[in-house]
């Protein structure tokens, strides 16, 4: 089935550095989601990103999708503390891929601290 | 504007006892997905619903796991004789989409019910 890999699993930088989570793919996707969640939360939704080479900003955070559908990246400048959370990505399948299910697989995620 | 309401937030069982979960999905969804979080992982995906019917049960374990979503009120997922390992963060999470059981929106996510199996 497909997997999602996500690293790295922690990060630890200090207030103002830089952070960058990257995720790939064993299948090419149909598109990639990505989601913050803070500590003792659930879940939410940040962006989705469907075309291939596409790159979205949101303030600081800077998602890119690869060429191949297979991996993406989260890059957030300047970070702050209210940075703090696990970001997961979620890869939808592509219907061709041979996936054995069709739903939203995310990876384990990078569980960022923001150092004051 | 209500979002997603799951409960309880926390359930405590002995083993070999049942655990009834419970999701509303945000007014104006249709579409009703499981997930399952266990410490330092991810989100493992169990079964997508819509309104009284089972679109994907991939995720789901044969054996003592049920979900429903009937015509009226909550979705349910229900754990049969539960053992320790069950023990986890269940997300139920919400959608709008509309287009056959290929996910192409972002989900909602309610605040989760975590089970505790003693």
């Given amino acids: 089935g497909q997997q999602v890999m996500q690293i790295p699993q922690y990060q630890h930088v200090q207030e103002g550095e830089d952070f960058t989570t990257y995720c790939n793919s064993s299948t090419t996707l149909s598109n990639i989601q990505w989601y913050k969640q803070r500590p003792g939360g659930h879940p939410v939704f940040l962006i989705q990103l469907v075309k291939s080479g596409e790159v979205k900003k949101q303030k600081r955070l800077t998602f890119q999708f690869g060429e191949a559908k297979k991996n993406s990246s989260l890059h957030i400048t300047a970070t702050q503390t209210t940075d703090v959370g696990t970001y997961f990505c979620a890869g939808l399948p592509n219907r061709n891929s041979g996936a054995g299910s069709y739903q939203l697989t995310f990876g384990k995620g990078t569980k960022l601290s923001v150092i004051p | ?118």
């Fill in chain 2, 1 to 118: 504007n209500a979002g997603v309401m799951q409960n309880p937030r926390h359930l405590v069982r002995r083993r070999g006892q049942e655990a009834r979960l419970r999701c509303s999905p945000m007014k104006g969804h249709s579409h009703v997905y499981w997930y399952r979080q266990l410490p330092e992982e991810g989100l493992k995906f169990m079964v997508y619903l819509q309104k009284e019917n089972i679109i994907d049960e991939s995720g789901m374990p044969k054996e003592r796991f049920s979900a429903e979503f009937p015509k009226e009120g909550p979705s349910i997922l229900r754990i049969q004789q539960v053992v320790r390992g069950d023990s986890a963060a269940y997300f139920c999470a919400s959608s709008t989409r509309t287009q056959g059981p290929v996910t192409n929106e972002k989900l909602f996510f309610g605040s989760g019910t975590q089970l505790s199996v003693l």
